[in-house]
């Protein structure tokens, strides 16, 4: 068994540096993603099924799809900004 | 009636505005504005009533009731605990008093959000009446998340302005990052002690020798309520948020949520870590904290001319007054701190208030271009000048009260230093109110346009703020009777008599963990002590309280009268406006820089608790 | 503060503070032990109440309070976040623009995995008390199903189905039956959120009193509330025309 | 061990304190901020191990004399991920706000509050 | 130890070890394609891992596991193109 919680714990402790390093938000949302999976994974493997599926539920899908609605509604904003440039004067 | 009736009263307290809220959720846009206003403001008075009968009841004793049943046998149980001794059934019925007044104010207000701004003010309310009731650390986490989630989403409420929404992001990251740290403290003790009830805990400590694990966990659990409560460096995040929420969110800030940390952080401490933790460790950490945190908050208050951040920073400095006193950790400092912050709160929310009126009918709260502009509201001129003068300490306001008994305790702990600073503080922060008044509505002064620049770059002012209601032509009554009532309030804690005993004996249970433990775990409940002191108006207290508020007038006339000192006097004050100008940059709005500061905070508190000695 | 600055003080409290959690750390029991009180008693806890599922009774019966609040918690952000992405006064809504084509196999496979999601979404929500699983989860599962009409469909499948004030409603009263049910409890036994529902044979079905009502409601809530949350994000996304940046001061 | 697997937990809490540090977006700093959460459901969940035991869920497999994983700290990480789902989608909400009224998602860009 | 915990290490260390590397580089494509191995590998391994305890009330999770992983996918084709679909 502890094979297996090393390994898990040293899995989310790599990917949960890798989401914190990620500048760029939507790299950043999809390693999330994968560091959401590894916390499921651990949580498992420390006979925690509950807790599993709460996070699978809003690690998985919920929590990444508002980040990337965000980062999209972002980039519109930008886009029409840089479009519109000309004639915004103050 | 008796006490098991107004035990399950408590719970009610939480979940009679939670279905409230849902009921205006469901609703959703059918329901008129004026039916919400009345839904809102009956449902917090229907709370303050029940609150008004957990307070009457728990003067004989503490009300305890456990949820779902749970009773503990033999002194333990797997249930939650609601307690009420009558410092938290009082500090209740202020939360519920202060959403009174603030939903009465913003009777009629926002018209066009649908029930957002009532529904979240009430499970506003159920947060923190959830935290202050509850006996157990985990449910006082969950609690004051809630109230969190509500304050966030009600600072950015006013979505048309800029700056209210970056407020209200700063205060959710630093405020949730605080408390995911205080989590870290909770699982680490939990781990050690296998309990998460205060009662429980307090007494698995009191077997066990304080070690290492005892004081981070101590340390690492009070930072969230430090954060709520804005203690330096902790507090950045503070003014940010009350400059941009509306002003009756702002009256629930600093009239209550912000000393709700300070409850919290010493429920904690005394219920919990009171027998185990040397009690000079704690003086030697929270009294300078204290004093750093209102002599900052006080500084930063007078160089503010955005009438809503003076305000947030006047409301530090008291935290810091507060901070100093209950860190006395006697029952006659704690007194005197309940006394002082129940006026404060009051006094604090109509000034928050009276600032809002202004916002209504002039579009901004720029002390500086503001000159002139309330000439000729004379009502609203003496109301200001009444509240100005309580914040400074001008007796026979409550604030003054506490102030005294507060000094006192100070000075008889072996802190001699305590009055100057108080009387320092409360003449900053009601000169600095003061010198806006007689800006604003006396007219004082040079006008902005001959007195150089209006502002400078670096800083908020209160120009861009935005309207939070349409244009008033006439303030509504009911905003009056708002702030009427809240300063009747800040002046009845003074001149009621019996209040000070009410409040003493209200300190003797709070700092009495065994009574705490013996109540919850066993349901005996052995009556409080009776008092060694009386809180009382003492000579001494009211000179101090004249001089402050003298000293506060001057500061107010000096600054009015020479905005533009020469350059002679510029250059001997040279070195400490550089230095506050160093302060102020150090608030620079940066998310990031308030998340630093809270680590450093954690390690520097650690520090105090554990390595420095200090004879109290 | 320069960014240097503020890394500096970063680093220093940052190592304070791993100094302080290393301290605690070694002072705790060792990872893996048998030492757990509350354990010793929420499990003869839970079996006394006949649920299979022990964190179901810590979460529902033993500390339903904290549920309770974790419920308003969710309501909370869900009306905060759509006080927050409510249209403001300068921008409208318009239709979404058509989507681009799909893989059709993509759109075949969504629509098949969709019922099967919301079955199991359905089965989590039930089976919470004897099994893992329980309101919460299963409401997430539901709402995400619910999306697989957007990511597999069109935008246009999604909103045609989804009544938002229904859904605001669905939330409203799962939350509000929580606390109803809690009240109950309060008046017939005279404790907040008392499990006051016969609680049946152990690992049955209906077993465990009121935790599977509760996990029902939790689920209603859920699954409604995360609907109404991803709305409000999906019409920023994509249906709100921008209505371009406020300048400092301007408008009103 | 203890050092391990706590540590872990208490390296995900500084790294995503970290991470809300130097962030130069504030969506960064949110997703920052639920990295540093997750770190306390580490913690609470290794704090509830125990060695060669089952999870907290009786059925046909496992009776209730057997040995089992500390529930109470599982119930208190799920109202943990809750408050962090929740947070997360307001303070995303609230950095969407952010971006509309002041163009930029910069925390070294945004001068609203200062002083 | 039993052959199936066996099985669960190696899933472990030789198949989410690469998805995690292939999962935090590069740009958010090369990314999607560790998440989507990251994903299978991890069902894989919890359908495994409940055979090792004997405990098949476990697997709802990889079940559910298999269903959200290929909604997660579906978020990021459709929202990761290189200008947001219709716009």
């Known amino acids: 068994m502890t094979p297996l919680i090393v390994m898990s714990l040293a899995l989310v402790a790599v990917l949960g540096t890798a989401v914190v390093l990620t500048n760029e938000p939507e790299r950043q949302a999809v390693t999330l993603s994968l560091f959401g999976l590894s916390l499921t994974v651990l949580f498992v493997v420390l006979q925690g099924p509950d807790v599993a599926l709460s996070q699978l539920g809003v690690g998985a899908a919920v929590v990444p799809l508002m980040v990337m609605l965000a980062i999209r509604r972002m980039r519109r904003d930008q886009e029409r900004e840089a479009d519109g440039r000309g004639e915004a004067g103050e | ?616 | 503060m320069s960014s240097r600055g503020r890394l500096a003080l970063f680093l220093l409290g940052a190592a304070g503070v791993a100094v302080l959690f290393a301290t605690a750390f070694l002072g705790m029991p060792a990872f893996g032990s048998e030492d757990h009180p509350y354990r010793d008693l929420a499990v003869p806890a839970a079996v006394r109440h006949a649920t299979a599922n022990v964190v179901s009774s810590v979460n529902f019966d033993q500390r339903g309070i904290d549920t309770f609040g974790e419920e308003t918690i969710v309501l909370g952000s869900v009306i905060g976040v759509a006080a927050l992405l409510r249209p403001a006064q300068r921008e409208s809504e318009q239709r979404p623009p058509p989507d681009r084509h799909r893989l059709e196999s993509t759109t075949l496979l969504g629509y098949v995995l969709l019922p099967v999601t919301l079955v199991v979404g359905l089965d989590v929500v039930a089976h919470g008390h004897v099994s893992p699983g329980g309101g919460f989860q299963g409401g997430v599962i539901l709402a995400t199903g619910f999306h697989l009409l957007y990511l597999a469909g069109s935008y246009q499948a999604l909103a045609r189905l989804r009544p938002v004030e229904i859904f605001d409603r669905g939330e409203a009263l799962g939350a509000g039956l929580f606390g109803v049910l809690g009240a109950a409890g309060l008046a017939a036994t005279g404790a907040f959120l008392a499990n006051v529902i016969p609680t049946g044979s152990f690992g049955q079905l209906f077993s465990g009193g009121t935790v599977p009502v509760l996990n029902v409601l939790v689920g209603l809530e859920v699954s409604c509330g995360a609907v109404v949350l991803l709305t409000h994000f999906f019409t920023e996304a994509i249906t709100l025309s921008v209505g371009g940046r406020r300048e400092r001061g301007g408008g009103t | 061990m203890n050092l391990y697997a706590y540590g872990v937990a208490g390296w995900l809490l500084l790294v995503g304190a970290f991470g809300v540090v130097r962030s130069a977006n504030l969506v960064h700093a949110v997703v920052s901020l639920s990295v540093a959460q997750s770190g306390t459901y580490v913690l609470l969940l290794c704090v509830g191990y125990q060695r060669a035991a089952g999870a907290p869920v009786f059925g046909s497999t496992l009776r209730p004399s057997t040995r089992v994983t500390d529930p109470v700290v599982q119930a208190m990480t799920l109202t943990d991920i809750v408050v962090s789902a929740t947070v997360t989608a307001l303070l995303l909400a609230t950095a969407v706000q952010v971006h509309k009224q002041q163009g930029t998602v910069d925390p070294n860009r945004l001068s609203a509050l200062k002083g | 130890m039993n052959a199936w915990l066996w099985c669960a290490n190696v899933l472990l260390a030789g198949g989410l070890g690469p998805a995690a590397w292939l999962g935090m580089r590069g740009d958010p494509v090369r990314r999607l394609v560790g998440l989507e191995l990251g994903g299978v590998v991890a069902t894989l391994l919890l359908l495994v891992f409940p055979q090792a305890l004997g405990q098949p009330s476990y697997l709802i999770v990889p079940l559910v596991m298999a269903l959200l992983t290929f909604v997660g996918t579906l978020v990021f084709t459709r929202l990761l193109a290189p200008r947001p679909a219709g716009t």
Not at chain 2, 80 to 88: F, G, N, Q
């Open chain 2, 1 to 616: 009636m008796t006490s098991g009736t107004a035990a399950h009263l408590m719970p009610l307290a939480i979940a009679v505005p939670v279905l409230v809220a849902c009921l205006m959720v469901a609703a959703g846009s059918r329901l008129p504005h004026h039916v919400l206003d009345l839904l809102g403001v009956a449902t917090s008075l229907t709370v303050c009533a029940l609150a008004a009968v957990v307070l009457t009841r728990s003067a004989d004793g503490r009300v305890v009731t456990w949820n779902g049943d749970w009773r503990p046998k033999r002194g333990v149980s797997v249930g939650i605990p609601l307690v009420a001794d009558s410092l938290s059934a009082g500090t209740a019925l202020l939360i519920a008093g202060l959403m009174s007044c603030a939903l009465l104010y913003s009777w009629r207000y926002y018209s066009p959000v649908r029930g957002y701004y009532h529904a979240l003010m009430l499970l506003f309310l159920a947060g923190m009446e959830g935290f202050v009731l509850s006996g157990d650390l985990f449910d006082m986490f969950v609690f004051f998340e809630l109230m969190g989630i509500a304050a966030y989403a009600l600072t950015g409420l006013k979505i048309e302005d800029p700056t209210a929404v970056q407020g209200g992001l700063n205060f959710g990251i630093v405020n949730s990052l605080g408390a995911y740290f205080s989590l870290a403290g909770i699982g680490v003790l939990y781990a050690r002690h296998g309990q998460l009830g205060l009662a429980p805990l307090g007494q698995r400590l009191t077997e066990h020798r304080a070690d290492a694990l005892t004081v981070v966990a101590l340390v690492v659990i009070v930072t969230c309520f430090l954060v709520k409560a804005a203690v330096v460096p902790f507090h950045f995040w503070l003014p940010d948020a009350h400059a941009v929420a509306p002003a009756p969110v702002c009256v629930l800030f600093s009239g209550v949520m912000v000393e709700l940390g300070l409850y919290g952080a010493f429920r904690v401490f005394w219920t919990v870590f009171g027998s185990a933790v040397p009690h000079d460790d704690i003086r030697g950490a929270f009294l300078p904290a204290g004093v750093l945190t209102a002599v900052v908050g006080a500084l930063m208050c007078f160089a503010q001319s955005h009438l809503k951040r003076m305000l947030a920073y006047s409301t530090i400095a008291h935290v810091g007054l507060f901070t100093t006193g209950l860190a006395t950790l006697t029952p006659e400092g704690t007194a005197g701190v309940a006394l002082y912050a129940a006026a404060h709160a009051g006094v604090k929310s109509a000034l928050f208030l009276l600032v809002g009126v202004i916002l209504a009918r002039h579009g901004h709260v720029d002390e500086l271009k503001l000159h002139g502009c309330g000439r000729d509201a004379r009502f609203v001129s003496w109301l200001y000048f009444a509240a100005g003068a309580a914040l400074a300490g001008l007796p026979p306001f409550g604030t003054a009260l506490g102030k005294s008994v507060t000094e006192e305790a100070l000075t008889r702990a072996g802190h001699p230093w305590g009055p100057a600073v108080f009387v320092a503080v409360s003449a900053l922060t009601g000169g600095a109110v003061l010198r806006a008044g007689f800006r604003i509505y006396l007219g004082a002064g040079p006008a902005p346009d001959a007195g150089g620049p209006v502002a400078i770059a670096a800083q908020t002012t209160g120009i861009e703020e935005h309207r939070e209601t349409e244009q008033l032509s006439r303030t509504p009554r009911t905003m009056y009777a708002a702030v009427l009532l809240l300063l009747a309030g800040g002046l009845a804690v003074g001149v009621l008599p019996g209040a000070g005993r009410a409040f003493d004996h209200a300190a003797e249970g709070f700092t009495d963990p065994r009574g705490y433990a013996a109540a919850v775990l066993f349901g005996t409940a052995p009556a409080v002590g009776s008092p060694h002191h009386e809180s009382t108006w003492t000579a001494q207290g009211v000179v101090l309280g004249c001089v402050s508020t003298a000293a506060a007038v001057l500061l107010a006339a000096a600054a009015v009268r020479a905005p533009r000192a020469p350059d002679a006097r510029r250059a001997r004050l040279r070195p400490f406006l550089r230095s506050l100008a160093a302060v102020r940059a150090l608030h620079s709005g940066h998310v990031g820089d308030y998340a630093a500061w809270l680590l450093f905070g954690m390690t520097a508190l650690a520090a105090l608790v554990g390595v420095l000695p200090v004879d109290g």
